[in-house]
């Protein structure tokens, strides 16, 4: 594929292009309906909603506020009288979509007003949902009866953060018990043993920075790690050692390395190189993603031969834009028409996005503990 | 009506079943202009709303538990149907050892899936009967050696249960089948950290000195296993962090292991990114010990380690040009103090 892009390029000096309007498209029509074949999703509504209002986002796409109140209004439906939100109306309440929502709800709240997309959230019965799912040991559950792992403990401190909720209590001892899953290889497992995997990698230090303990992890040994993610041969991002490529990579490994160099800054640890670009190789993420991880209809892919899907066009384009922006400049291989905006890689949502929800949020009173 | 295997009856609408006239079905709010909108089929639709209605009176009868069946087979990844389902397995208390069979084939049928198998971990707590779960593990992993939920299922068992007896022959053995299982590799990592806190709380009981010696057998031996994997191919990448890792676990240094440094100085013919690594690492430790700021012996191990990263940025590994780049400045800075 690589040599047939390079082929093409001699004819085209424009090619490889993103094809916007193929993936607008496709994400404008999933917003509204989807067919049966998303029965499988039925109980991740709110991260349908999520994965296709980031990418219109990143592709820079006006929504109308009609759209939007559409969207707040089915989020509200989502959200739980116990607090938190489900993945549909009327199913039980879960950290992952209660995540997904308050992502969600923050780009909503720059299509339509913060007032109309978040000052409905129940912060108060959130934070006592949030408390019944705490682990002595500073894990949390996914959900009432459900799994531990360290989604678990990104999704709740994401949501404590942003909604403004009280944090030293609730997670005492969280960076402890996240600490305890950094592995032998340098990454982190889902849960203290397992292998250390991109995913998992990226709840653990998105959520050591939101509770401002990055120093208790070792940063070294992670940056060996992630940087020995990306695949030589193909560009884009594994999982795990001596996995496959997968464009969704591009974002739970990527994502590492702009989170690494604000730390690296503050520990006075930058030197010439790491000011001006992220320490991985963003040109040959970038021909990954724009050469082998667009659907001919729309929509992005895990690799060539898989079918599209709306997480991986959501991660695949997160990934673009972290390779784009860099530190210093943007940096779109071959031609500005390719360039989505940026993001704040701690939530996976684009930076105006994050700072309306946190501003908000943060104007209001505190939860009772 | 419940089929003893796991596979969707033939359907038959619930509004036609004489069992279920009594329930009328709850829909799913959508609101007034719907987004994310499912075209559920009609026995989804149906199913679910039948769902809702008993969910919603806390039913715990036969017919829930058959229609908890339905769902889950409609959509596993509906965490609440299989919450609900606990419920009622407990209060109408049965057979644990049926669920585990239907449990078996719906993970086989589903196994990325999140919900299954943490009912199937609720169903061995509840019994306490490990004794299916090692093989059972085993099983799935010869269709999928590296799957994440698999290995974090056979982990708890092995935690839990104390079963820790023949595990890291279990690991040879997949390794043997595959060196490049990075899973298999984390589990020994797994079972001899394990080892290693049983000898470090035996010796706190005053038994220090064994403990030291043991600790250094158990460590030639994964030198001797880890060996053996990287001559076989030293561009695989699972064995050298494996081996690193041992050595941090044991607070081993590197650079004093005269096997692991011969085996580099032999294998940099091969070219391979993990053998100048494991050299990287070995010369910072020299450096740490040494102290910073310019002596003569820090310059010259300082030298090699620069030349290393070189070779790597330009030559071997030039995917992760910026980072070894990044690596040679730093540790200049820090061991030089050159100015950045």
């Given at each position: 594929?690589?040599?047939?892009?390079k082929?093409?390029?001699?004819?085209?000096p424009?090619s490889?292009l993103?094809?916007r309007v193929?993936?607008?498209?496709?994400?404008?029509?999933?917003?509204r309906?989807l067919?049966d074949s998303?029965e499988?999703?039925?109980a991740?509504?709110p991260?349908l909603?999520?994965w296709?209002?980031q990418s219109?986002?990143?592709?820079?796409?006006?929504l109308?506020?009609?759209i939007?109140?559409?969207?707040?209004?089915?989020l509200?439906l989502?959200?739980?009288?116990?607090?938190?939100f489900?993945?549909g109306?009327?199913?039980d309440a879960?950290l992952a979509?209660t995540?997904?929502?308050?992502?969600?709800?923050?780009?909503l709240?720059?299509?339509t007003t913060?007032?109309?997309?978040?000052?409905?959230?129940?912060?108060?019965a959130?934070?006592?949902?949030?408390?019944r799912?705490?682990?002595?040991?500073?894990?949390?559950r996914?959900h009432?009866?459900?799994e531990?792992?360290?989604r678990?403990?990104?999704?709740a401190?994401?949501?404590?953060?942003?909604?403004?909720?009280p944090?030293?209590?609730?997670f005492?001892?969280?960076?402890?018990w996240?600490?305890?899953?950094?592995t032998y290889?340098?990454?982190f497992g889902?849960?203290?043993?397992?292998?250390a995997h991109?995913?998992?990698?990226?709840?653990?230090?998105a959520?050591l920075?939101l509770?401002?303990?990055?120093d208790?992890?070792?940063?070294d040994?992670?940056?060996?790690?992630?940087?020995?993610?990306?695949?030589?041969?193909?560009?884009?991002?594994?999982g795990?050692?001596?996995?496959?490529?997968?464009?969704?990579y591009s974002?739970?490994?990527g994502?590492s390395?702009?989170?690494?160099?604000c730390?690296m800054?503050?520990?006075?640890?930058q030197?010439?190189?790491?000011?001006?670009c992220?320490?991985?190789?963003s040109e040959?993420?970038?021909?990954y993603?724009?050469i082998?991880?667009?659907?001919?209809?729309?929509?992005?892919?895990?690799?060539?031969?898989?079918?599209r899907d709306?997480?991986?066009?959501c991660?695949?384009?997160c990934g673009l834009s972290i390779?784009?922006?860099?530190?210093k400049?943007?940096?779109?291989?071959?031609?500005?028409?390719?360039?989505?905006e940026?993001?704040n890689p701690?939530?996976?949502v684009s930076?105006d996005?994050v700072?309306?929800?946190?501003d908000?949020?943060?104007?209001?009173p505190?939860?009772?503990? | 009506m419940s089929?003893?295997e796991s596979e969707?009856?033939?359907?038959?609408?619930y509004?036609?079943?004489?069992?279920?006239q009594d329930i009328?079905p709850l829909e799913?709010?959508?609101?007034?202009a719907?987004?994310v909108?499912?075209?559920?089929?009609?026995r989804f639709?149906?199913?679910?709303?039948y769902?809702?209605?008993?969910?919603a009176?806390?039913?715990l009868?036969?017919r829930?538990?058959?229609l908890?069946?339905?769902?889950?087979?409609l959509?596993?990844?509906?965490?609440s149907?299989?919450?609900?389902?606990?419920?009622?397995?407990k209060?109408?208390?049965?057979?644990?050892?049926?669920?585990?069979?239907?449990?078996?084939?719906?993970i086989?049928?589903?196994?990325k899936?999140?919900?299954v198998?943490?009912?199937r971990?609720?169903?061995?707590e509840?019994?306490?009967?490990?004794?299916?779960?090692?093989?059972?593990?085993?099983n799935?992993f010869t269709?999928?050696a590296?799957?994440?939920?698999?290995?974090?299922?056979?982990?708890?068992?092995?935690?839990?249960?104390?079963?820790?007896?023949?595990?890291?022959e279990?690991?040879?053995k997949l390794?043997?089948?595959?060196?490049?299982?990075?899973?298999?590799w984390n589990?020994r990592?797994f079972?001899?950290?394990?080892?290693?806190?049983?000898l470090e709380?035996?010796?706190?009981?005053?038994?220090?000195?064994?403990d030291?010696?043991?600790?250094?057998?158990?460590?030639?031996?994964?030198?001797e296993?880890s060996?053996?994997q990287?001559?076989?191919?030293s561009?695989?990448e699972?064995?050298?962090?494996?081996?690193?890792?041992v050595?941090?676990?044991?607070?081993?240094?590197l650079h004093?292991?005269?096997?692991?440094?011969?085996?580099?100085?032999?294998?940099?013919k091969d070219?391979?990114?993990?053998v100048a690594?494991?050299?990287?690492?070995a010369?910072?430790e020299?450096l740490?010990?040494?102290?910073?700021?310019?002596?003569?012996?820090?310059?010259s191990?300082?030298?090699?380690?620069?030349?290393?990263?070189?070779?790597?940025?330009?030559e071997?590994?030039t995917i992760r040009?910026r980072?070894w780049?990044?690596l040679?400045?730093?540790?200049?800075?820090k061991?030089?103090g050159l100015?950045?």
């Amino acid at each position: 594929m690589y040599a047939k892009a390079k082929e093409e390029r001699r004819h085209n000096p424009e090619s490889p292009l993103l094809h916007r309007v193929h993936h607008l498209d496709y994400l404008l029509k999933g917003l509204r309906f989807l067919p049966d074949s998303f029965e499988g999703l039925d109980a991740s509504r709110p991260w349908l909603c999520y994965w296709i209002l980031q990418s219109l986002k990143l592709l820079s796409e006006p929504l109308s506020h009609r759209i939007g109140t559409d969207v707040v209004e089915f989020l509200k439906l989502c959200q739980c009288k116990e607090g938190g939100f489900a993945g549909g109306p009327g199913q039980d309440a879960h950290l992952a979509p209660t995540y997904a929502a308050m992502n969600a709800l923050a780009i909503l709240s720059t299509v339509t007003t913060p007032e109309e997309a978040l000052a409905w959230v129940d912060r108060t019965a959130l934070y006592q949902w949030l408390k019944r799912l705490s682990c002595e040991d500073g894990a949390f559950r996914l959900h009432e009866g459900g799994e531990v792992d360290i989604r678990g403990v990104y999704c709740a401190v994401s949501v404590a953060v942003m909604a403004n909720l009280p944090v030293d209590c609730l997670f005492a001892n969280t960076p402890t018990w996240i600490v305890s899953c950094q592995t032998y290889e340098g990454g982190f497992g889902g849960y203290p043993g397992l292998e250390a995997h991109g995913g998992y990698t990226f709840c653990a230090l998105a959520t050591l920075v939101l509770l401002q303990k990055e120093d208790e992890c070792d940063q070294d040994r992670l940056l060996r790690w992630v940087a020995f993610r990306q695949m030589k041969v193909e560009g884009g991002f594994q999982g795990r050692t001596n996995k496959l490529v997968d464009g969704c990579y591009s974002f739970w490994q990527g994502a590492s390395f702009p989170i690494l160099h604000c730390l690296m800054a503050q520990r006075s640890q930058q030197t010439a190189i790491s000011k001006q670009c992220w320490l991985f190789d963003s040109e040959a993420l970038q021909e990954y993603l724009v050469i082998c991880c667009q659907h001919g209809k729309g929509g992005l892919i895990d690799k060539p031969g898989k079918p599209r899907d709306y997480y991986h066009t959501c991660y695949c384009l997160c990934g673009l834009s972290i390779a784009q922006n860099g530190p210093k400049r943007n940096d779109a291989i071959v031609c500005d028409a390719n360039l989505v905006e940026s993001l704040n890689p701690v939530w996976g949502v684009s930076i105006d996005a994050v700072n309306m929800a946190l501003d908000y949020f943060s104007s209001l009173p505190l939860v009772e503990q | 009506m419940s089929d003893s295997e796991s596979e969707l009856s033939p359907y038959v609408s619930y509004r036609e079943r004489a069992e279920w006239q009594d329930i009328v079905p709850l829909e799913q709010e959508e609101g007034l202009a719907p987004v994310v909108q499912i075209a559920y089929s009609d026995r989804f639709r149906e199913t679910f709303s039948y769902f809702r209605a008993v969910f919603a009176k806390d039913e715990l009868s036969e017919r829930a538990l058959d229609l908890t069946r339905e769902a889950a087979m409609l959509n596993p990844a509906n965490y609440s149907v299989w919450v609900y389902r606990r419920k009622l397995l407990k209060a109408l208390d049965r057979d644990l050892l049926e669920e585990q069979n239907f449990l078996a084939d719906i993970i086989e049928m589903h196994p990325k899936n999140y919900q299954v198998w943490q009912h199937r971990k609720e169903i061995v707590e509840w019994s306490q009967d490990p004794s299916l779960e090692l093989e059972f593990t085993a099983n799935m992993f010869t269709d999928d050696a590296k799957n994440y939920h698999c290995w974090q299922h056979r982990q708890w068992i092995i935690t839990r249960f104390g079963l820790w007896d023949g595990e890291l022959e279990f690991t040879a053995k997949l390794i043997e089948k595959d060196r490049r299982n990075n899973s298999a590799w984390n589990q020994r990592y797994f079972v001899v950290n394990h080892e290693i806190e049983q000898l470090e709380a035996t010796a706190a009981g005053g038994a220090g000195d064994a403990d030291e010696t043991q600790k250094a057998v158990i460590l030639h031996r994964e030198i001797e296993f880890s060996k053996k994997q990287i001559a076989k191919d030293s561009h695989n990448e699972s064995p050298w962090s494996y081996i690193k890792g041992v050595f941090r676990l044991m607070k081993q240094k590197l650079h004093l292991s005269v096997t692991m440094m011969a085996l580099c100085d032999e294998l940099m013919k091969d070219k391979s990114p993990h053998v100048a690594a494991f050299l990287i690492d070995a010369k910072e430790e020299l450096l740490g010990q040494q102290g910073e700021g310019g002596s003569e012996q820090v310059n010259s191990i300082l030298e090699e380690v620069v030349r290393l990263c070189e070779i790597l940025a330009d030559e071997w590994d030039t995917i992760r040009k910026r980072y070894w780049n990044y690596l040679a400045e730093l540790l200049q800075v820090k061991y030089q103090g050159l100015p950045d």
